[in-house]
């Protein structure tokens, strides 16, 4: 079985700031993992995925996330918190080999950002 | 143009009804899920497909039925709706093993 750990369900960080949104993954299989974002009152957007090729995955509007097998993590960066980051974000994990499998998402963490 | 789309975006009906909810994809994708968004917005999913047929069918109360009339189509039939099925469905669709790609949402609420 696998499953996501998002420490922090509020992140709160001043404009032009670092953001640092944490995500731990257990999985018995070398791991997918992703990001996404969820803007209020709407979808699921991918900001970044890793799979298997760099450790330093890069997306979306600045964001990047490094996958460290021995801490089992996957956080999430930015080095200059916008107005426009303010959203919920979402850590998700599917095995490798899972073929047609859902994924398992971790409970979120909202960004609040200050002016 | 709208990759994943889902109709309706609101839905409010009173309990014990029957109600679709419509969800296409227009990205040439293989395999098509259906996840639930609860109150406290945590994501679990419920159904996928792969060309039009059930892979994973979660703990799901089996008055949930999917229904894939192709590849591009993924509906939700609920019925006899309780007051716990309010919440927000998302559809979602990916090539195989590759990234998933979701819809708007449809936010249900059981009166």
């Known amino acids: 079985a696998q499953s996501v750990t998002q420490l922090g369900s509020h992140v709160s960080v001043s404009e032009g700031a670092l953001v640092l949104l944490r995500c731990n993954y257990s999985s018995s299989v070398p791991p997918y993992l992703f990001w996404y974002v969820q803007y209020p009152n709407q979808g699921l957007q991918l900001l970044l995925k890793y799979t298997s090729a760099a450790t330093l995955v890069k997306g979306i509007n600045g964001f990047e996330a490094e996958f460290k097998k021995s801490e089992t993590s996957f956080h999430l960066t930015k080095p200059s918190a916008h107005m426009s980051d303010a959203a919920e974000y979402f850590c998700?994990?599917?095995?490798?080999?899972?073929?047609?499998?859902?994924?398992?998402f971790g409970k979120g963490t909202h960004l609040i950002i200050q002016p | 143009d709208t990759a994943v789309s889902q109709t309706p975006k609101y839905l409010v009906t009173q309990m014990g009804n029957d109600k679709s909810i419509k969800c296409e994809q227009n990205?040439?994708?293989?395999?098509m899920y259906w996840y639930k968004q609860d109150s406290k917005k945590f994501l679990k999913i419920m159904f996928s497909?792969?060309?039009?047929?059930?892979?994973i069918n979660e703990t799901v109360p089996n008055r949930f039925s999917p229904k894939s009339p192709d590849k591009a189509h993924l509906n939700l039939h609920i019925n006899s709706l309780e007051l716990g099925d309010s919440a927000v469905y998302f559809c979602?669709?990916?090539?195989?093993?590759?990234?998933?790609?979701f819809g708007p949402g449809t936010r249900l609420t059981v009166l």
């Open positions: 990205l040439g994708h293989d395999t």
């Open positions: 979602a669709s990916s090539l195989y093993t590759d990234t998933q790609y």
């Open positions: 497909y792969n060309n039009k047929e059930l892979i």
């Open positions: 998700a994990v599917k095995t490798s080999g899972g073929g047609a499998d859902g994924l398992t």
